[in-house]
């Protein structure tokens, strides 16, 4: 129950990559026949997912993952103006809001919007700080940790309205929820949370976008993105595309019926409580508060039971500061420690939801019997 940290690879994504490790090993910039078909197979791959996302197969970037295309995203932009000021929001994932620091410590000026309870950012506060040297929007499309599904179709027709560009980090989305792309500029992509092989991602790159690369070398990826192609996590990575677009809308409502079970059964518990919005949230993710106990003890105990759960990204578990998503929404320290994740997937069933709702409530009764937080 950790699919927003990976998913697994798909049986029919690894029949897809296989023949690429050996047979048809080639190098995409090779002219001879094993490159050409390396190439062959690199553009069909970039053309399917070009026509899943509406946009052109040369919109579209390959990358080693999310976090390369967050950072090609923002520091791409800042290059190609030099000066300028960027609005993101608070509770963006730390691929964003490193980079946003790192941009900061280089000249720019960064806004970082504040959020509701639920974890929404107002387009409004968008508009409002929107200034004649903005260059660039970053707001992810849902956040990975309480699951909240943002306002992006709003926000892009501001920056629209503002001639500024509009990057979402859509790490967490793209093959679950409808990607409403018209106003957007920039999008960013992962293979491993579809079903796809780790180590793969992309950047849609809206034609005419004033853009510089971060990495050279010998011209792959039209210049964009220099390093010789994962073919195979390519291939991969469409394939992955294609199963989730043959499955998304029927899996979405069977994973938000099997979420919305797993919440009110584990609401019954005193003194809990859901982060993130009750309905505008990820088909599979519920994100809960307990009083009185540490999250990461929850999870190891969990864990003991064969759960899979998290606090918050994955990225950040081994971290001892409170999210900082959870912060930005008001809880106190001692609130956002004693938090868990629990993101459902195609594998998951109405059983794991009846046997994970009492392992939970088993195990924050047996914390609080201990706790030193609870008089």
């Given at each position: 129950?950790?699919?927003a940290?990976?998913?697994?690879?798909?049986?029919?994504?690894?029949?897809a990559m296989?023949p690429?490790?050996?047979e048809?090993?080639?190098?995409s910039?090779?002219l001879h026949?094993f490159?050409?078909?390396?190439?062959n197979a690199l553009e069909?791959?970039?053309?399917y997912?070009?026509k899943?996302f509406?946009?052109k197969?040369?919109?579209?970037?390959f990358t080693s993952?999310?976090?390369?295309a967050?950072n090609?995203?923002?520091?791409?932009?800042?290059?190609?103006?030099?000066?300028?000021?960027?609005?993101t929001?608070?509770?963006?994932?730390h691929a964003?809001l490193h980079?946003?620091k790192?941009?900061?410590n280089?000249?720019?000026?960064?806004t970082?919007?504040?959020?509701?309870?639920?974890?929404?950012?107002n387009?409004?506060?968008?508009?409002?700080t929107?200034?004649k040297d903005?260059?660039l929007?970053s707001?992810m499309?849902?956040n990975?940790?309480?699951?909240t599904i943002?306002p992006?179709?709003?926000i892009?027709?501001i920056?629209?309205?503002y001639?500024v560009?509009?990057?979402?980090?859509?790490?967490q989305t793209?093959?679950?929820i409808?990607?409403?792309t018209k106003?957007i500029?920039?999008l960013?992509?992962s293979a491993h949370?579809?079903?796809?092989p780790?180590?793969v991602?992309l950047l849609?790159?809206?034609n005419g976008?004033?853009?510089e690369?971060?990495?050279h070398?010998?011209g792959?990826e039209?210049?964009?993105?220099?390093?010789t192609?994962?073919?195979a996590?390519?291939v991969?990575?469409a394939?992955?595309?294609e199963l989730a677009?043959?499955?998304?809308?029927?899996?979405a409502k069977r994973l938000s019926a099997?979420?919305d079970?797993?919440?009110?059964?584990?609401?019954?518990i005193?003194d809990?409580?859901?982060?993130?919005?009750?309905t505008?949230r990820?088909?599979?993710?519920?994100h809960?508060g307990?009083?009185f106990?540490?999250g990461?003890?929850?999870?190891l105990?969990?864990?003991?039971?064969?759960i899979?759960?998290?606090?918050?990204s994955?990225c950040?578990?081994?971290?001892?500061k409170p999210?900082?998503?959870?912060?930005a929404?008001?809880l106190k320290p001692e609130e956002?420690?004693?938090s868990?994740?629990?993101?459902?997937g195609?594998?998951?069933?109405?059983e794991?939801i009846?046997y994970?709702?009492d392992?939970?409530q088993?195990?924050?009764?047996?914390l609080?019997k201990i706790s030193?937080?609870?008089k």
């Open positions: 129950m950790d699919h940290a990976t998913t697994p690879v798909a049986p029919e994504v690894l029949e296989n690429y490790f050996s048809k090993f080639g190098n910039a090779s026949y490159g050409r078909e390396a190439e069909d791959a970039r053309r997912i070009a899943f509406g946009v197969p040369e919109e579209i970037f993952g999310g976090t390369e967050d090609l995203a923002l520091k791409g932009i800042a290059s190609a103006f030099g000066k300028g000021h960027i609005i929001s608070q509770i963006e994932h964003i980079t946003a790192w941009l900061e280089h000249g720019f000026d960064v970082y919007l504040p959020v509701d309870k639920y974890g929404f950012v387009p409004e506060d968008v508009e409002k929107i200034r903005t260059i929007v707001i499309h849902a990975n940790e309480i699951g943002e992006i179709e709003e892009g027709k920056c629209r309205k001639g560009y509009f990057h979402t980090d859509a790490v793209v093959g679950k409808p990607i409403p106003n500029d920039l960013s992509s949370k579809l079903y796809g780790k180590g991602g849609y790159i809206k976008v004033k853009i690369p971060i990495q070398g010998g792959h039209r210049g964009m993105r220099s390093g192609e994962n073919v996590g390519i991969g990575f394939k992955a595309i677009k043959k499955h998304m809308d029927k899996e099997l979420r079970e797993l919440i009110k059964e584990t609401l019954k005193g809990s409580w859901l982060n993130g919005h009750p505008k990820l088909p599979g993710n519920a809960f307990f009083k106990i540490e990461e003890a929850l999870i105990l969990l864990d003991e039971m064969g899979a759960a998290s606090t918050g994955a950040s578990s081994k971290s001892l999210s900082h998503v959870l912060t929404i008001g956002a420690h004693g868990l994740r629990l993101t459902l195609k594998d998951n069933n109405e794991d009846k994970a709702a392992a939970i088993d195990v924050v009764e047996k609080r030193p937080f609870k």
